[in-house]
C-alpha cells in the first residue's frame, strides 16, 4: 500500500484516475509548491486548492498578510495531512518542486527580476498577473532564458490596464488560482503539456488565446459603478449542488457580495469530497453541505443572505425552487439532474448557467430559455447512464471543478449586471492536460425537442434524479 487506508479515503475520488493513482497523489504529498503573492486574498483559491489536491507542503511569502491567520485556519480545517509554512526567500535550500507568484504586473514583474539575479533557474515556474476580469498565465516548466526578457516589452498594453472593478477583480484572481493549482500538480507529476506562449484570458468576452497577437489585452474592462454594485447586491442567485462545482461558485459569490444566495444539496460532508470541495472541511464531515456551507460562507461575507435547501432537486420540486431566483446554476454530477433543470428553466425562461466536468476535461454554457440554444441542442436526448462514467468512477482532478466552478461565477456576474459577451451561443471547452480552452459558436437546433420548431417535451419529464 502506497497510502494508509485515511489518506487514500481522502483523496479516492482522483486516486482512481490512471493519470494520477496512489504513487502521484503519494508524489504530490511529498512534494513542496511556493507561493509568492501580492496579497492573502488574490491567492485564496490557489491555497484552497493547492491544500484540497493534497500538496503535502505548501510555502508562502506575501506582501501583504492581512486575512492570513483566517485562511491558514480554514486551510488546516479542510486538509490536516499539509504543512503550511512562511518561506524564506534569502535562504539558500529553500527548493521548492514549483514556484508560483501571483498578482499584479508590477509585483509579478519585480519578483521575477529578482529571480533572475539570484538565478533560481531550475524550478518550474507558475505566474499568474490578475486584473480585474483578465489575467495573463504562463507556465516555464524549464528556464531558456531570463523571465524578464520574455516579460519585458510583450505585455505593456496588459499592465496599464488599472480599472477597478472588484467583482472582476475576484473572478480572475479565483480563476487564476484554480488554473495555477492544477499547473502545479501537473508539474510535480510531470503529467500533459502547458502553454508554449502565455495565456491570456478575458472572463467578461469569455476569450482565451496562448497567441502574443491576439488583442484579448486591448479589451476594456467595465469600471465597477455604483449601480452595478447596488444590482450585485440585490441580486438572488440559487445554486444546485454545493459539491466540486458548487464549492467554487459559492466562493467566489460570496466574496463578490450578491446579496442572496440559495443552496441546494440533499447529500451530507463526507471525507472523500475534501479533495476538491473547498466550502466544507474535516470538523464538518457528516453535517449536511447546506449547513457546512452556510457556515462557511457567512464567515466569508456576513453581509449576504445564504438560504439553505436540504433536498436534492426533483421533478416535485424543481419549478417551486427556482421561481424566486435571477439566475439559477446547475452544479451538478448527474446528468438526470442536469437534463431536469435545463427543462425546469425552459418553461418559467430563468437564466441556467450550467457546467459539467469529467476527469482532466470541462465544459460550460449559459441558457438564456428562447434566446438562444439549451442544453438539449447538444444533447437532444439523456444518454443510458451505464455509457457514460460517473465523475466517481472516472475520477477528478479536485482543482479542475473549481476552474470551471469561477467561470460559472462569472457568467453569473455579468448576467446581474447586464454585460454582454454571455455564453448563450458558444459552449466553453476547457481540457486540462493541454491547458486549452476553446469556445466554438454553435446554434440551436430547430429539431431539439425542448425549444425546437415542433416540441415533444411541454411539461416536466421523469428524470431518475438523486443518484
Ligand atoms: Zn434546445
Not at 134 to 150: A, C, H, M, S
Amino acid at each position: 500500500m502506497v497510502l494508509p487506508d485515511s489518506k487514500a479515503k481522502r483523496y479516492e475520488r482522483h486516486i482512481i484516475m490512471p493519470e494520477i493513482g496512489q504513487l502521484g497523489q503519494k508524489k504530490l504529498l511529498d512534494s513542496h509548491v511556493e507561493v509568492i503573492g501580492n496579497s492573502v486574498s488574490e491567492a485564496l483559491s490557489l491555497f484552497y486548492y493547492l491544500t484540497a489536491v493534497g500538496i503535502g507542503t505548501i510555502s508562502y511569502n506575501f506582501q501583504n498578510k492581512n486575512g492570513i491567520n483566517n485562511m491558514l485556519f480554514n486551510l488546516k480545517d479542510l486538509n490536516p495531512d499539509i504543512t503550511i509554512i512562511e518561506s524564506d526567500l534569502t535562504d539558500a535550500n529553500n527548493n521548492p518542486k514549483v514556484r508560483i507568484i501571483i498578482g499584479n504586473m508590477d509585483f509579478v514583474h519585480n519578483k521575477i527580476s529578482l529571480l533572475d539575479e539570484k538565478n533560481k533557474s531550475q524550478i518550474p515556474l507558475i505566474i499568474a498577473v490578475t486584473n480585474p476580469w483578465q489575467g495573463l498565465f504562463y507556465v516555464f516548466r524549464e528556464k531558456e532564458k531570463p523571465y524578464t526578457d520574455i516579460f519585458e516589452t510583450a505585455y505593456v498594453e496588459f499592465s496599464k490596464n488599472k480599472s477597478f472593478a472588484s467583482e472582476g477583480f475576484v473572478l480572475s484572481s479565483c480563476f487564476a488560482g484554480a488554473l495555477g493549482a492544477t499547473e502545479a500538480v501537473k508539474c510535480c507529476l510531470n503529467l500533459g503539456d502547458s502553454v508554449d506562449n502565455p495565456l491570456f484570458y478575458d472572463l467578461m468576452s469569455m476569450r482565451f488565446s496562448g497567441n502574443k497577437n491576439c488583442n484579448i489585452a486591448a479589451n476594456k474592462s467595465p469600471k465597477t459603478s455604483r449601480h452595478f454594485k447596488n444590482r450585485i447586491s440585490d441580486s438572488k442567485v440559487l445554486i444546485i449542488g454545493t459539491g466540486g462545482l458548487g464549492s467554487p461558485v459559492a466562493f467566489a459569490l460570496a466574496l463578490i457580495g450578491v446579496g442572496t444566495i440559495g443552496l441546494v444539496d440533499g447529500d451530507h460532508v463526507d471525507l472523500s469530497n475534501l479533495n476538491r470541495q473547498i466550502l466544507h472541511a474535516t470538523s464538518r464531515i457528516g453535517m449536511s453541505k447546506v449547513e457546512s456551507a452556510c457556515w462557511f460562507l457567512k464567515r466569508l461575507n456576513p453581509s449576504i443572505r445564504i438560504i439553505p435547501y436540504y433536498t436534492n432537486i426533483t421533478k416535485e420540486n424543481a419549478l417551486d425552487l427556482i421561481k424566486d431566483y435571477d439566475v439559477i446554476i446547475a452544479c451538478l454530477d448527474n446528468l438526470p439532474s442536469r437534463y431536469l433543470l435545463n427543462d425546469t428553466c425552459f418553461f418559467p425562461e430563468k437564466p441556467l448557467v450550467e457546467a459539467g466536468v469529467l476527469r482532466l476535461n470541462g465544459m460550460s454554457q449559459t441558457i438564456l430559455p428562447k434566446q438562444g440554444p439549451c442544453y438539449r441542442c447538444i444533447f437532444p436526448e439523456m444518454p443510458s447512464l451505464e455509457s457514460i462514467p460517473s465523475p466517481s468512477q472516472a475520477g477528478i482532478l479536485g482543482s479542475i471543478p473549481g476552474v470551471m466552478g469561477f467561470l460559472e461565477a462569472a457568467e453569473v456576474v455579468k448576467l446581474l449586471i447586464g454585460a454582454d459577451g454571455i455564453l448563450k451561443d458558444r459552449i466553453l471547452l476547457y481540457d486540462a492536460m493541454d491547458l486549452e480552452f476553446r469556445v466554438p459558436s454553435f446554434r440551436g437546433d430547430y429539431r431539439c425537442p425542448l425549444c425546437g420548431e415542433n416540441p415533444s417535451i411541454t411539461t416536466l419529464q421523469d428524470y431518475e434524479t438523486g443518484l
